[in-house]
């Protein structure tokens, strides 16, 4: 089954390049089905990319997706027009009043503030506070991730001491969570981050349970309140371009950072290989199925 994004998004002759079931207003209004409804909240720089990169793997599924993205009020987007913001994005206080099925919120390239310094956290927080009534279960990634696990159970993070950056080999730490069905007992996934979280802090709290994580880049996959919060610490919706494009954005600062087991034999000039990319669609699959689907009210009502 399709997404359903407006018929002007940028990003549908992306997905239609690639064969992914995507449906406008007009033909979904003619089904007479339930359709999950998704809110994404945006909070990456370059979002046409971003809407593309989770678009693509909520697109995958036998299930129907009402798409809507949703911008803070209390930061301006310095990369990204204006008229796309106001043609496809709604604020905070013009959907409080409503139910979603299911809720992403992305990373964000802002790590090294402490999260009380970013200048839209207190937005964030009351979304974050909203969703454990508004919503049947949120996937948060990345600085997404860290913010969740903070706000809602106190767990730091730290600087480290080189950016955690390239693709890594994952294993499984908890075999009996629907999230992780189908998934191979090791595993790759691209990471892109400054910052980590205490793992003895984690480990420490009884809500917070870890179900996969790396013994290079750390704790990865982490649910909470049976799915309610999910958190994931790395990026399984990036394309296969994607670390290359921000290794080149480092170097431009005077960063040589160079991403871990991604580009063929460390050469920056050969193009790397997509390595995860049926597990970002198993994972997407799963939590909509799961975890949203299995669990949302037929009337949230």
Not at 215 to 240: R, W
Request: a negative charge; one cysteine or more.
């Amino acid at each position: 089954m399709p997404i359903k994004i407006p018929r002007l998004l940028p990003a549908r002759e992306i997905l239609e390049e690639e064969n992914i079931f995507v449906m406008d207003e007009d033909r979904a209004l003619t089904q007479d089905i339930r359709p999950l409804n998704i809110l994404i909240l945006n909070l990456m720089p370059e979002k046409e990319k971003t809407e593309a990169h989770l678009l693509r793997l909520l697109g995958n599924t036998p299930l129907q997706v009402n798409i809507s993205f949703l911008k803070t009020a209390s930061h301006e987007s310095k990369n990204t027009s204006s008229l796309h913001l106001d043609q496809f994005y709604t604020t905070f206080m013009e959907i409080k009043q409503r139910k979603f099925d299911g809720m992403i919120i992305t990373g964000a390239p802002i790590e090294l503030l402490a999260f009380e310094e970013v200048d839209y956290w207190k937005e964030l927080t009351d979304i974050m506070d909203w969703t454990k009534d508004n919503v049947t279960s949120t996937l948060h990634i990345c600085w997404g991730a860290q913010a969740a696990l903070y706000h809602h159970f106190g767990i730091m993070k730290y600087e480290l001491p080189q950016k955690c950056t390239g693709v890594f080999w994952h294993h499984i730490d908890d075999k009996s969570e629907k999230l992780l069905r189908g998934f191979d007992d090791v595993y790759l996934a691209p990471h892109s981050r400054n910052t980590d979280i205490f793992i003895k802090q984690l480990q420490a709290n009884s809500t917070v349970k870890l179900l996969s994580s790396s013994e290079e880049a750390g704790p990865f996959i982490m649910c909470a309140n049976d799915g309610k919060q999910i958190m994931i610490t790395g990026h399984l919706e990036y394309e296969a371009s994607t670390l290359a494009e921000e290794y080149r954005r480092d170097l431009e600062k005077g960063l040589n950072i160079l991403p871990q087991h991604y580009f063929p034999n460390d050469d920056p000039s050969k193009s790397p290989s997509n390595k995860w990319r049926s597990h970002a669609h198993l994972l997407f699959s799963n939590w909509l199925n799961y975890y949203v689907y299995q669990e949302t009210p037929f009337e949230w009502d």
